[in-house]
């Protein structure tokens, strides 16, 4: 079937019509050549506006559907309404997730302290917002201790605070409930619902670390649902498999690259350090205000092993790595790889938060790209000064790669931060927070001009899914995901709100 699709407005274009047929733009161009051709349907879009569907690089679905069932823990000001409002909740266990320590006016993290004010009869575990920290109260350690061994990494892990970090976050969490196929199911399709309704088409997920099962169970629950045709987004997973033996599984069945529809296997995913707001991200200083360089997750020799297998693949890797010192050994690790095949493969770092100018023209120079965050400036430019000092002003340089010819991309580390992607556009282009109003922007020099954030929020993600030539424009031969926005303009992009979203012409949301 042949539908046009007249009077779009369609941004930095001279097009304001298009036809999609069997699931492609077929013509793009102006609304009189468009009605020259032959047409089965005609949809009138008023002026709205027509924008790529987003392609949002790197966050977690299943995590987003997770977190859809915890209780919000960002809406509170002080420790004791968190405390009452969390009273008063009948879930058993009773899992939150969004805190940070700057909503509150204690200006302090939680501790199990607090949690078993709420409850000690009830297991209590509550995520901090970056997902790298957890705060249990004494029933729910009563019940890991009695369940399995203590975890391994003494700096992952306090008894007396309640506080969980990176591996040490697993252990703790086995104490909500049963993982099974249908629960992650239910939990994809949750999120799905919430990623089409935010016009959000293409996701780069990382799913098998968010629960404590086999990276198998994960993916053949994602698996089924693409089979059945209930998966209309486009996942392409961020394959979390930090164990060698596990990896050389992964690749011994095959599923390096393998693509079933809409569900395709990516890059090797790993955390190689912790989050800034945690002090856990590793630096080659200590933090400013705390005795600590953070986390490394794998000694050197273990990440370059893992990454090493994963190229000999033909598997790309997408390493979370957030603080100086740990980009330093990424980079280490990328530069040891086979030069001969180096230039093919599409490696990046994820979140590259405090990658220094020196470091950037290494990742140039390696063909490393990079998945960044702007939206993690709502919540971290207060923290910056406390936790860097001076360091802070070579942080967050991510339009500095952009225009330095590096593959960046635009996304937000779901549920780490809101799905929404015109607030991650407002402080991609602005450099300002919008839970901390009256702040002064960050480095306001690194803001995105919105052409170019939007280029990075989705036609540059699908270079790391291949799919560079057929994802991610408005343009003829292109897959025809799309979405129609009211009030989009650059003034007025937190007021932006998607009428309705179609993958390969299908219209799979409408509000």
């Not at 977690?60 to 909740?89: A, C």
């Not at 960044?372 to 340089?397: H, K, M, W």
Request: proline fraction near 4%; charged fraction near 25%; aromatic fraction near 8%.
């Amino acid at each position: 079937m042949k539908k046009a699709y007249i009077n779009a407005h369609i941004p930095f274009s001279n097009a304001n019509a298009f036809i999609v047929e069997k699931g492609r733009f077929t013509h793009v161009g102006s609304k009189q050549s468009i009605l020259k051709q032959t047409i089965d349907e005609i949809i009138d879009l008023n002026n709205y506006t027509v924008l790529p569907g987003f392609h949002d690089s790197h966050l977690h679905v299943l995590g987003i559907g997770k977190s859809m069932n915890m209780e919000d823990l960002s809406l509170d000001d002080t420790i004791d309404k968190l405390i009452k409002r969390m009273q008063s909740s009948d879930k058993n266990p009773l899992i939150g997730r969004g805190f940070h320590e700057g909503q509150f006016q204690e200006n302090r993290s939680l501790t199990k302290i607090d949690l078993n004010k709420i409850s000690t009869k009830k297991p209590i575990v509550f995520y901090r917002v970056c997902g790298h920290m957890v705060v249990a109260n004494d029933k729910a350690i009563e019940l890991a201790k009695a369940s399995r061994t203590l975890p391994k990494g003494e700096n992952n892990y306090d008894f007396e605070t309640g506080i969980f970090k990176e591996e040490a976050i697993a252990w703790i969490m086995q104490v909500s409930g049963k993982i099974t196929k249908a629960r992650i199911q239910e939990e994809v399709l949750l999120a799905q619902e919430a990623l089409l309704a935010n016009g959000v088409t293409a996701v780069g997920s990382d799913d098998f670390a968010m629960y404590d099962v086999d990276f198998e169970m994960i993916l053949e629950a994602i698996q089924e649902l693409d089979i059945d045709g209930k998966l209309k987004l486009r996942i392409l997973e961020q394959a979390n498999i930090p164990k060698l033996e596990n990896l050389k599984r992964f690749i011994d069945k095959k599923y390096v690259n393998r693509t079933f529809n809409r569900y395709r296997m990516g890059p090797l995913k790993l955390l190689a350090d912790g989050s800034l707001g945690a002090r856990s991200a590793f630096m080659r200083e200590p933090y400013a205000d705390a005795n600590t360089k953070g986390i490394r997750v794998f000694p050197k020799e273990t990440l370059a092993a893992l990454i090493t297998t994963a190229d000999q693949a033909g598997m790309d890797s997408a390493v979370h790595g957030i603080g100086d010192a740990i980009i330093d050994d990424l980079l280490d690790v990328y530069e040891s790889l086979d030069p001969a095949t180096r230039s093919d493969k599409r490696h990046s770092i994820i979140h590259a938060q405090l990658a220094d100018k020196a470091q950037i023209a290494r990742m140039l120079a390696l063909n490393v790209g990079a998945q960044t965050q702007p939206i993690f400036l709502n919540s971290d430019i207060p923290v910056l000064e406390p936790a860097l000092g001076d360091r802070r002003f070579e942080t967050y340089l991510f339009n500095t790669m952009y225009q330095s010819g590096i593959k960046t991309t635009i996304s937000t580390d779901a549920p780490v931060e809101a799905i929404n992607p015109f607030d991650n556009l407002y402080v991609a282009t602005t450099r300002k927070s919008i839970k901390h109003k009256n702040l002064e922007p960050f480095l306001p020099e690194e803001a995105f001009d919105l052409k170019d954030a939007l280029d990075a929020y989705t036609h540059v993600p699908a270079y790391f899914s291949y799919q560079e030539h057929e994802l991610g424009k408005i343009q003829k031969g292109f897959l025809a995901d799309f979405i129609v926005v009211k009030n989009f303009k650059k003034d007025r992009l937190l007021e932006a709100k998607v009428l309705t979203t179609y993958i390969e012409g299908e219209q799979v949301y409408q509000s």
